[in-house]
């Protein structure tokens, strides 16, 4: 029977004529030298040129990796070696090797050395850590020597193949070759080793287009392959697969089984001319260099023959024809394993296979093991490996009774019972694959079809083309892994009896109800296990995954691609193999799958029995699970982890709970989210607390306005001034009529002209102070001009229409502030109704209201600390000038009214030198009390020195301004002749001012008298 071999495109790229052809061993590149004189790297995974070094004008021969020196080496036709790194693309060094071209490179595995062969008839050697020296030149052939190779199972050979019809093997160190094998009739182009253990072997090809095969020991011919019908240019062992393969001018590849030279494939891609052949040790990748580009292609499948027994920890493999074992339980009992690490085990030759082993197994039972390959099966003992029983076959498959399997030979399906045919039949739509378990599943190019064991009947048939079937231990569950994804499925053999017994239940596909459908997983399984009701499997990722209920737990992340060979259940580990047979292991809690298990078949009673032996680091793994199938409160108990825990006490609304969990993690996220469910669950006072915790401050204003928490909101202000949240201090106070500390605010985070808008607007009284403020801050900044040209609405009422109203609105306002009952909002009007001016208007007519001037110019806050500034002011005076009559006010306005024009009230903001200031004395701070009424002392105090038809005594001025509680300092006051000036500073700025100033003796001997 043939070589079951696929073979797989991988790249495929067109060039020059391709002369040589090398794999990398650990970078999916592939190395390629030109006819053209250049040479590229491409990278077979993505199809794409990655790197082009520009050699020279002639064709290069020759290129190699050298991997442990990061670097590419060409030969070409000018006799030149270079060597390049193939990272940097830099030329590192170049050196002339022969006197001819030269034709191959050989790289020693070991040691510093390169072969070089050329068609002057010599093979030299170069160490690259001498600096290139020539350690030996090899003489001996006759014509050109066009290829070299190192034996891999003994370094310091190689052998060379040459136009002279010969292949010489050379020792090194020795100048004569040790022996040469003869037998070509026209000129050898190419040699290579057998790279086994097993056979001493090379292969040779030449002119005469025959493939022959050596027997390096005995120096005898074993086989010669005929095929080619032109020159055969390459030839490789296949290191890993029992497979000859060798390359033609007459643009072929042919593929012959090692073991018994029979031609398996041949292969022609229309390159025209096969030149180059490279492999690679642990890969079945190919490479191959043709005329007019280059291919790469995977023989066969990379998943090693192995296979283990769970029960008694015995691992078989199959190393070429060699079978091997490893038994876990060697393993000392103190020995810790940890995850991801090479298991240390000492393998067990147990013999030597008859057939190259594709695929291992072992029984269900674990006490037999079947080999299938060539075509053949041989069914062994698992102890002894005594062969138990053989024959045809190109797949065999399990049943889930030890004692029944299948074969499939060609389309005939073949099922055997205690090692005895029992029944043979032929699918109609024939058969592709088969597959074992609790059915036997046949693939064939019209789908999936499953059959029974015993009488073959027909159970279902599935359109789908699976790439590997698994059944759990129980029989119930399968997956069904295509290339794209896998398919949970539950079998139903109650259907089936069912359906037997009524065939009206049995359609063309089969009984329809045999399976349910319970999961599709867009993932590419490599290999997987069933243990309980969890599938673990290995992805195309490379990670280690277990489906259990519709979710899906990564294990682990592998480094490689790795193989899943069982799981020990008293060891809760998982083993698993590489193509290089290395076994690695990683914990997975047996209790944790039990579990797991359990819950999926709603027997909570086994669970609640098992979870006490689920460890503590697993319990929060295992709450996952149980929230994602719906058991939140489960969870709940079963979490460890306060995260976990909160989210789920979260979801059921268990407040309490989150409440000691909040407490304890003290994160602000936290107690936001207890607040948005304590909210919809009406508990305000946790929400209060949650999110006073949190400094929420703009939902703690919300919670407050809502439930006309005034004291709330008044903390809310204090909490959030002091935690530097102005915004919300501002909202909170502004919403409780605060508006001094609304100010105060804006002021200490110096917002002056927000503060001065601001004091317009609802503060017409502090207006004086905030813009000096405002002017000062402006100066600080070196931003004198735009100081100036600031206008104080106190000092140009001209600009600012209506400002008195303002004052007497302030007045009316805080006299009409007062709390209304929340029954009255039907009856009250909207703020945006109201008129507060013409209220003010409407209640000063009426008598409801009288305007207290003196509070036009008071401080910004009223609280006692102001008092301490007025220690030489008395309660008496200040309360006299603060009830002023309407005679007052008349003369007021008779005094204003006469002031001339050009007063500096009446000039540009640009030009304003402010006049009306009080000397800064103990008693100056009624200025900033009451500027109207200092306004008026200002009035009669220039009005009493510049006065030209009458002169008024010093006493008795002093007399008139002691009723305002002024203090007139000797200083301050000039002799009579010259007039006495209450004001120097302002005598300095504007020493002609006193000449603007024109009132009337009359009118001030009124304003006197009446006050």
Same mark, same amino acid.
């Given at each position: 029977m043939p070589l079951r071999l696929d073979v797989k495109r991988k790249l495929s790229v067109r060039s020059d004529r391709v002369k040589c052809v090398d794999i990398h061993p650990n970078e999916p590149w592939i190395l390629v030298t030109l006819f053209n004189g250049h040479a590229h790297i491409y990278n077979y995974d993505t199809q794409q040129l990655i790197k082009t070094f520009e050699v020279c004008d002639?064709?290069?021969?020759?290129?190699?990796?050298?991997?442990?020196?990061?670097?590419?080496?060409?030969?070409?036709?000018?006799?030149?070696?270079?060597?390049?790194?193939?990272?940097?693309?830099?030329?590192?060094?170049?050196?002339?090797?022969?006197?001819?071209?030269?034709?191959?490179?050989?790289?020693?595995?070991?040691?510093?050395?390169?072969?070089?062969?050329?068609?002057?008839?010599?093979?030299?050697?170069?160490?690259?850590?001498?600096?290139?020296?020539?350690?030996?030149?090899?003489?001996?052939?006759?014509?050109?020597?066009?290829?070299?190779?190192?034996?891999?199972?003994?370094?310091?050979?190689?052998?060379?193949?040459?136009?002279?019809?010969?292949?010489?093997?050379?020792?090194?160190?020795?100048?004569?070759p040790n022996f040469t094998l003869e037998g070509h009739e026209k000129g050898v182009n190419c040699v290579d080793y057998y790279s086994g253990s097993d056979k001493p072997y090379l292969v040779s090809g030449g002119d005469d287009r025959l493939?022959?095969?050596?027997?390096?020991?005995?120096?005898?011919?074993?086989?010669?392959?005929?095929?080619?019908?032109q020159n055969v240019g390459c030839v490789a062992f296949h290191p890993e697969l029992p497979i000859i393969l060798s390359g033609s001018e007459d643009g072929t590849v042919k593929l012959w089984h090692s073991n018994t030279y029979r031609l398996e494939s041949t292969l022609n891609y229309g390159l025209e001319r096969c030149w180059a052949i490279s492999c690679l040790k642990g890969s079945n990748n190919v490479a191959l260099g043709y005329d007019e580009g280059s291919m790469m292609i995977k023989l066969g499948r990379e998943e090693p023959a192995m296979s283990m027994d769970a029960s008694t920890g015995k691992i078989v493999w199959a190393k070429h024809c060699e079978i091997q074992q490893v038994n876990l339980k060697q393993l000392s009992s103190d020995q810790q394993l940890k995850d991801g690490e090479k298991v240390p085990l000492t393998v067990k030759e147990l013999g030597s296979c008859e057939i190259y082993p594709q695929t291992l197994s072992h029984s269900p039972n674990g006490r037999f093991v079947v080999v299938c390959g060539d075509?053949?099966?041989?069914?062994?003992?698992?102890?002894?490996?005594?062969?138990?029983?053989?024959?045809?076959?190109?797949?065999?498959?399990?049943?889930?009774?030890?004692?029944?399997?299948?074969?499939?030979?060609?389309?005939?399906?073949?099922?055997?019972?205690?090692?005895?045919?029992?029944?043979?039949?032929?699918?109609?739509?024939?058969?592709?694959?088969?597959?074992?378990?609790?059915?036997?599943?046949?693939?064939?190019?019209?789908?999936?079809?499953?059959?029974?064991?015993?009488?073959?009947?027909?159970?279902?048939?599935?359109?789908?083309?699976?790439?590997? @079937? =698994?059944?759990?231990?129980? $029989? !119930?569950? &399968?997956? +069904?892994?295509?290339?794209?994804?896998?398919?949970? #499925?539950?079998?139903?053999?109650?259907?089936?009896?069912?359906?037997?017994?009524?065939?009206?239940?049995?359609?063309?596909?089969?009984?329809?109800?045999?399976?349910?459908a319970l999961s599709e997983i867009p993932e590419t399984i490599k290999t997987g296990?069933?243990?309980?009701?969890?599938?673990?499997?290995?992805?195309?990722?490379?990670? @280690? =995954?277990?489906?259990?209920? $519709? !979710?899906? &737990?990564? +294990?682990?992340?592998?480094?490689?691609?790795?193989? #899943?060979?069982?799981?020990?259940?008293?060891e809760n580990r998982l083993y698993l193999g590489d193509k290089e047979m290395s076994i690695v292991s990683f914990e997975l809690s047996l209790s944790v799958l039990e579990y797991q298990t359990a819950v999926m078949r709603k027997d909570f009673e086994t669970a609640d029995r098992v979870l006490p032996t689920v460890p503590k680091e697993q319990r929060t793994r295992v709450a996952h699970f149980l929230e994602k199938?719906?058991?939140?409160?489960?969870?709940?108990?079963?979490?460890?982890?306060?995260?976990?825990?909160?989210?789920?006490?979260?979801?059921?609304?268990?407040?309490?709970?989150?409440?000691?969990?909040?407490?304890?993690?003290?994160?602000?996220?936290?107690?936001?989210?207890?607040?948005?469910?304590?909210?919809?669950?009406?508990?305000?006072?946790?929400?209060?607390?949650?999110?006073?915790?949190?400094q929420s401050f703009g939902s703690l204003i919300l919670l407050a306005s809502a439930s006309s928490d005034k004291q709330l909101m008044a903390t809310i202000g204090d909490k959030s001034r002091k935690s530097g949240q102005f915004n919300i201090a501002f909202l909170s106070n502004f919403v409780l009529g605060k508006l001094d500390e609304c100010l105060n605010i804006l002021i200490e985070n110096q917002r002056l002209p927000e503060a001065a808008f601001f004091a317009r607007t609802y503060l017409p009284s502090q207006i004086n102070h905030v813009v000096g403020l405002w002017r000062e801050k402006l100066k600080q900044m070196n931003m004198e001009r735009a100081a100036q040209a600031l206008a104080n609405p106190t000092d140009y009422e001209n600009l600012f229409p209506g400002l008195i109203d303002t004052y007497k609105t302030?007045?009316?306002?805080?006299?009409?502030?007062?709390?209304?009952?929340?029954?009255?909002?039907?009856?009250?009007?909207?703020?945006?109704?109201?008129?507060?001016?013409?209220?003010?208007?409407?209640?000063?007519?009426?008598?409801?209201?009288?305007?207290?001037?003196?509070?036009?110019?008071?401080?910004?806050?009223?609280?006692?600390?102001?008092?301490?500034?007025?220690?030489?002011?008395?309660?008496?005076?200040?309360?006299?000038i603060a009830k002023p009559t309407t005679t007052d006010s008349s003369v007021l306005n008779k005094l204003v009214s006469t002031v001339n024009p050009d007063r500096s009230r009446s000039r540009s903001p640009m030009n304003h030198t402010n006049t009306s200031s009080i000397k800064p004395t103990q008693t100056t701070s009624i200025s900033r009390e009451a500027s109207t009424t200092s306004k008026a002392s200002s009035v009669i105090s220039t009005t009493a020195t510049a006065g030209s038809g009458r002169r008024t005594s010093m006493s008795d001025l002093e007399k008139e301004l002691q009723e305002f509680d002024i203090d007139i300092d000797t200083d301050d006051v000039s002799n009579t002749e010259n007039g006495p000036s209450v004001f120097k500073e302002t005598s300095k700025n504007s020493p002609n001012e006193n000449e603007d100033l024109q009132f009337d003796d009359d009118d001030v001997d009124e304003f006197l008298k009446e006050t």
């Open positions: 002639v064709p290069v021969r020759a290129g190699k990796f050298v991997v442990r020196k990061n670097w590419a080496i060409t030969a070409s036709d000018d006799m030149f070696i270079r060597v390049y790194n193939y990272n940097t693309l830099e030329r590192l060094h170049q050196f002339e090797a022969h006197n001819d071209y030269i034709r191959s490179v050989a790289i020693h595995p070991t040691q510093s050395y390169i072969l070089t062969s050329s068609d002057d008839m010599t093979i030299k050697l170069w160490d690259w850590d001498a600096k290139w020296a020539l350690k030996q030149t090899f003489e001996g052939h006759i014509h050109y020597v066009m290829q070299i190779a190192f034996n891999p199972k003994d370094n310091n050979t190689f052998a060379s193949a040459s136009l002279d019809r010969t292949v010489k093997v050379w020792q090194l160190g020795s100048t004569a493939v022959k095969i050596w027997d390096y020991q005995n120096k005898t011919c074993v086989q010669t392959l005929e095929g080619h019908a075509g053949e099966y041989i069914l062994y003992t698992a102890i002894t490996l005594r062969n138990k029983s053989y024959g045809n076959a190109m797949e065999f498959v399990w049943s889930q009774d030890s004692s029944e399997y299948a074969v499939r030979d060609g389309n005939m399906m073949k099922i055997f019972k205690n090692f005895k045919e029992k029944k043979t039949f032929k699918p109609e739509a024939g058969a592709e694959g088969i597959f074992g378990g609790s059915l036997l599943g046949v693939r064939s190019y019209s789908g999936l079809t499953f059959y029974d064991w015993e009488t073959t009947s027909l159970i279902r048939r599935i359109e789908i083309m699976p790439k590997s @079937i =698994n059944w759990s231990q129980n $029989g !119930e569950l &399968v997956c +069904i892994a295509t290339e794209e994804s896998y398919y949970v #499925l539950r079998y139903r053999p109650e259907a089936v009896t069912n359906a037997i017994s009524n065939k009206d239940l049995i359609t063309e596909d089969g009984i329809e109800d045999a399976f349910d296990i069933w243990v309980g009701d969890c599938f673990i499997y290995t992805n195309s990722l490379n990670r @280690i =995954n277990y489906y259990v209920g $519709g !979710e899906i &737990v990564t +294990i682990s992340h592998l480094d490689r691609v790795m193989y #899943l060979l069982g799981y020990v259940s008293n199938q719906g058991y939140r409160q489960q969870a709940l108990s079963v979490t460890l982890d306060h995260e976990h825990k909160f989210d789920l006490a979260l979801q059921l609304g268990n407040l309490q709970v989150c409440y000691e969990l909040a407490i304890e993690l003290e994160n602000e996220q936290k107690w936001l989210q207890l607040s948005d469910v304590a909210t919809k669950q009406g508990d305000f006072k946790l929400v209060q607390e949650c999110l006073t915790r949190a302030e007045e009316f306002l805080k006299q009409q502030n007062k709390i209304q009952s929340a029954r009255t909002y039907q009856t009250i009007s909207p703020n945006w109704e109201k008129n507060p001016i013409e209220e003010m208007k409407e209640a000063e007519e009426n008598g409801q209201f009288s305007y207290i001037p003196v509070q036009l110019n008071r401080g910004i806050t009223d609280n006692d600390d102001d008092d301490d500034n007025f220690d030489d002011a008395t309660e008496t005076p200040i309360q006299s």
